[in-house]
C-alpha cells in the first residue's frame, strides 16, 4: 500500500515554559522535529506532511531545506483533530502513519512493523512497558487480552494508572478505515479535546482488527513534554552515539562524559579523553587522539594528529601527524596540511598552513597562505582587517617569520626569508633576505627608577595629570 505519514507539531508545548515551539528544541543539536522528519523518510513514503499550528511560520522557516507539505491546523484542538485536517487530503487506498514532533527517537524498524500491521488491515498501535507511565495514555485489555481502548492519564480511573503498557501515541492504519473511525471522536473528556487514542476504542466497536506492538526500548518512544525529559532524552542518545563509537574501535575515557550532537566517525583506536564535545559532521581518522575539554565542529581529522587539551576545532580540514594546542583554537575555513603544528593561543582563520609549518605560540593567522614548512615565531599577528577590508598574507615555503612580527596585509612573504624579532612589516619581503623594522636601542644615561610616593602626593600627581583644563 501507498505510505503517507503524518507529523503531528502544531502543539505550543506548554509544559517546556519557552518561547520556542517545542518541536524546535534542540536534541543532539537538531529541532526534534528534524529527527522525526529523518526518521519518516527512512520510509520511503509517498507523502508526508506536517501539522504545524502553533509558532507556524517560526517552525516552517526552519525546515525551508525540507521538501514536506504543511497542514495549517490554526486551532490545537487535540490530536485527533490534527490527524483529521490532514486526512482530507489522503487517499483512502494509502496506510497512514502518524508519527509525533516530540516523540524524536523512533527507531524505523519499530515503525515498519507497524505499517506491515496496518497494510494487512488493522489499526496498530506501538506500545511500551514503562515502570513510571505517568503523563502517558494506557493500553486497556478485555479479559482475553485483546486491546479494547486508550485511556488518557487525565481520564484514566485509579486502576488503570496501575497500567504499565502505555501508548506511544505512535500508529498506523488504512487511510480509508481511519477516516470513519475519526467521524466518531468527540470532545467528552477531561481536556476537552479530540483525542487521536479514542480511535482505538471506536474501530474495537466497528469489529476492526487492534494490535499494539511493543517497542524495543523504551527511549524509542519517550515523549518530550518539558525540559526534563529533554535533558533525559538527551543522555539517552549521547549514550547510544558514545556506545556506537566505542563498537567502532574508539578508546572513551568515560563514555558519559563525550557529548555527540551530530554525527562523528572513528577509525581504528581513536582515543576521546573526558568532555569533548562533537557538532555536526565530524570525522577522525585512526589513532587520533582528543585531548580534555575539545570542542570539534564539522571537522576532519587526519591520521595520528593529536588535539591537545581546551582546543577549539570548527569547520576544519586537518591532514595526517598534526598536533594543535592545547588552548588552540580554529575558526571555520582552514586548511591544515600534514605536520603542522598550532600551539596555545594560537588562533587560526580561513587559512591555509602548508605541510610541515609550525605556530607554537601566541599567535593570530588570519586570511593567509602559508607555506610548508614556514616557522611563525611567538606573537606575530597577520593584519588582515584595516577596519574597513580584509586583506589576504602570504607566507612562502621555507620562511622564518622572528617573534613579535606584525604582518599588516596585503603581504607577501618571500621563500626562505627571514623576518627579524618585533618587525612591523608593511611591504613585500624577498626571498632568502632578512628583513626587519627595529628602532634602534638606547640606553638613558640619567634616567631613576620612580620612589614610592604618599598617598596625598600621588592623588596630586593624578590630579595633575587628569583633572588639568586641557591647554
Ligand atoms: C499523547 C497521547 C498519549 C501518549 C503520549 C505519548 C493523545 C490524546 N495522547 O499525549 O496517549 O501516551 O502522546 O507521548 O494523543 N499536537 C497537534 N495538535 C494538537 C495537539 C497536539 O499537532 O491539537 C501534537 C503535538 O505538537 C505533539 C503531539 O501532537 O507533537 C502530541 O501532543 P501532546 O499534547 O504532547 O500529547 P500527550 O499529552 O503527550
Ligand atoms: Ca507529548
Not at 529541532?31 to 519518516?40: D, E, G, K, N
Not at 582552514?334 to 605536520?339: P, Y
Not at 599577528?381 to 577596519?387: E, Q
Not at 589576504?392 to 622572528?402: H, K, M, Q, R, W
Amino acid at each position: 500500500m501507498p505510505l503517507s505519514v503524518v507529523i503531528l507539531a502544531a502543539g505550543q508545548g506548554k509544559r517546556m515554559h519557552s518561547d520556542l515551539p517545542k518541536v524546535l528544541q534542540p536534541l543532539a543539536g537538531q529541532p526534534l522535529l528534524q529527527h522525526v522528519i529523518r526518521t519518516a523518510r527512512a520510509l520511503n513514503p509517498a507523502y508526508l506532511c506536517v501539522v504545524y499550528g502553533y509558532g507556524g511560520a517560526e517552525v516552517q522557516a526552519a525546515f525551508t531545506h525540507e521538501d514536506v507539505d504543511w497542514i495549517l491546523q490554526a486551532e490545537q484542538l487535540g490530536t485527533g483533530h490534527a490527524v483529521m485536517e490532514a486526512m482530507t487530503v489522503i487517499p483512502d487506498d494509502h496506510t497512514v502513519l502518524v508519527l509525533y514532533g516530540d516523540v524524536p527517537l523512533v527507531t524505523a524498524s519499530s515503525l515498519k512493523r507497524l505499517i506491515a500491521a496496518a497494510d494487512a488491515g488493522a489499526l496498530a498501535i506501538l506500545s511500551v512497558n514503562l515502570d513510571e507511565a505517568a503523563g502517558y495514555g494506557r493500553i486497556v485489555r478485555d479479559a482475553d487480552g485483546r486491546v479494547s481502548a486508550i485511556i488518557e492519564h487525565h481520564d484514566a480511573d485509579a486502576t488503570q494508572l496501575t497500567i504499565r503498557e502505555a501508548n506511544s501515541g505512535l500508529m498506523a492504519a488504512p487511510a480509508g478505515r481511519l477516516r470513519e473511525w475519526l467521524l466518531g471522536l468527540g470532545r467528552d473528556n477531561a481536556q476537552r479535546e479530540y483525542y487521536l487514542t479514542d480511535v482505538v476504542a471506536l474501530a474495537v466497536q466497528a469489529q476492526d482488527r487492534v494490535e499494539a506492538l511493543l517497542a524495543s526500548n523504551a527511549t524509542e518512544v519517550m515523549g518530550v513534554n518539558d525540559k526534563v525529559q529533554l535533558a533525559q532524552l538527551e543522555a539517552c542518545y549521547r549514550q547510544a552515539r558514545a556506545r556506537d563509537l566505542m563498537l567502532a574501535g574508539a578508546t572513551l575515557v568515560d563514555p558519559a562524559r563525550v557529548d555527540i550532537r551530530g554525527e562523528v566517525e572513528v577509525e581504528r583506536d581513536v582515543f576521546i579523553d573526558v568532555n569533548a564535545i562533537f557538532i555536526g559532521k565530524v570525522h577522525l581518522s585512526a589513532r587520533v587522539k582528543i585531548g580534555p575539554n575539545c570542542i570539534i565542529r564539522n571537522a576532519r581529522i587526519g591520521a595520528d594528529t593529536e588535539v591537545y587539551a581546551n582546543s577549539i576545532i570548527d569547520n576544519a580540514l586537518i591532514a595526517e601527524h598534526c598536533r594543535i594546542g592545547p588552548f588552540a583554537r580554529l575558526r571555520p575555513e582552514v586548511v591544515l596540511h600534514r605536520g603542522v603544528h598550532i600551539g596555545n593561543f594560537v588562533e587560526v582563520k580561513n587559512s591555509e598552513i602548508g605541510s610541515g609549518a609550525k605556530a607554537n605560540h601566541l599567535s593570530y593567522l588570519g586570511d593567509a597562505r602559508v607555506g610548508s614548512d614556514v616557522n611563525v615565531g611567538a606573537g606575530t599577528i597577520t593584519c588582515n582587517y584595516d577596519g574597513a577590508n580584509k586583506w589576504p598574507t602570504v607566507i612562502e615555503d621555507g620562511a622564518f617569520i622572528g617573534s613579535g612580527t606584525m604582518l599588516v596585509a596585503p603581504l607577501k612573504i618571500g621563500a626562505g626569508s627571514t623576518i627579524g624579532a618585533g618587525s612591523t612589516i608593511t611591504a613585500n619581503a624577498p626571498e632568502g633576505k632578512l628583513t626587519l623594522t627595529r628602532p634602534p636601542q638606547i640606553t638613558a644615561g640619567s634616567w631613576q627608577r620612580p620612589a614610592k610616593l604618599a598617598p596625598d602626593e600621588h592623588a596630586a600627581a593624578v590630579d595633575r595629570v587628569i583633572k588639568a583644563p586641557k591647554s
